[in-house]
T-cell receptor, first 112, second 117 residues
Framework: GEDVEQSLFLSVREGDSSVINCTYT??????LYWYKQEPGAGLQLLTYIFSNMDMKQDQRLTVLLNKKDKHLSLRIADTQTGDSAIYFC????????????FGTGTKLQVIP | DAGVTQSPTHLIKTRGQQVTLRCSPKSGHDTVSWYQQALGQGPQFIFQYYEEEERQRGNFPDRFSGHQFPNYSSELNVNALLLGDSALYLC????????????????FGAGSRLTVL
């Protein structure tokens, strides 16, 4: 079955880089995602990567995928206080439908 | 262009009652998925609707049911509410699988927060 794991908490200083890590078990994952959730809000898609890619960069965000180790990371450059939120790693399997499995989320705290 | 809209935003029910949550998908989307997010947890897949039929279901009991209408909007019904059903219920819409690059991107609504007392 599918399982996605993340560390629960990360604290960084404003201006530093943040790296949030995720591991997943489903070798048939087709897409892997990073979502952001602010308090009391829904999920905002930050970025995603297709499983045949190993890196994707989008402004301050860099996603690295190691498919062999089933490891995904999200790097946020020049982290700002507005980046404080919970970040969810998620994967979509290749079963023909669009079921997305989420991790438990990493709470990012940015210290001014 | 409106995104995914959900109603109500908050509601309180008592054990044993029934609840209906509503979702309007993003314009142009035809597939609706529902997720349950308990406090401190990641969203859990409940089910997905396409062409007014349930296509896939997660590990949820039959007390959870749904419907999709011809205009692609959807409802989630939960019967015989339990305290453990208290959660944020998220609706996500997308294009159907195979419809192109947009099919792999889910757009989420802000959710309906259900409290069961």
């Amino acid at each position: 079955g599918e399982d996605v794991e993340q560390s629960l908490f990360l604290s960084v200083r404003e201006g530093d880089s943040s790296v949030i890590n995720c591991t997943y078990t489903d070798s048939s994952s087709t897409y892997l995602y990073w979502y952001k959730q602010e308090p009391g809000a829904g999920l905002q898609l930050l970025t995603y990567i297709f499983s045949n890619m190993d890196m994707k960069q989008d402004q301050r965000l860099t996603v690295l995928l190691n498919k062999k180790d089933k490891h995904l990371s999200l790097r946020i450059a020049d982290t700002q206080t507005g980046d404080s939120a919970i970040y969810f790693c998620a994967e979509m399997n290749s079963g023909g439908y669009q079921k997305v499995t989420f991790g438990t989320g990493t709470k990012l705290q940015v210290i001014p | 262009d409106a995104g995914v809209t959900q109603s109500p935003t908050h509601l309180i029910k008592t054990r044993g009652q029934q609840v209906t949550l509503r979702c309007s998908p993003k314009s142009g989307h035809d597939t609706v998925s529902w997720y349950q997010q308990a406090l401190g947890q990641g969203p859990q897949f409940i089910f997905q609707y396409y062409e007014e039929e349930e296509r896939q279901r997660g590990n949820f009991p039959d007390r959870f049911s749904g419907h999709q209408f011809p205009n692609y909007s959807s409802e989630l019904n939960v019967n015989a509410l339990l305290l453990g059903d208290s959660a944020l219920y998220l609706c996500a819409s997308s294009l159907a699988a195979g419809a192109g690059s947009g099919a792999n991107v889910l757009t989420f609504g802000a959710g309906s927060r259900l409290t069961v007392l």
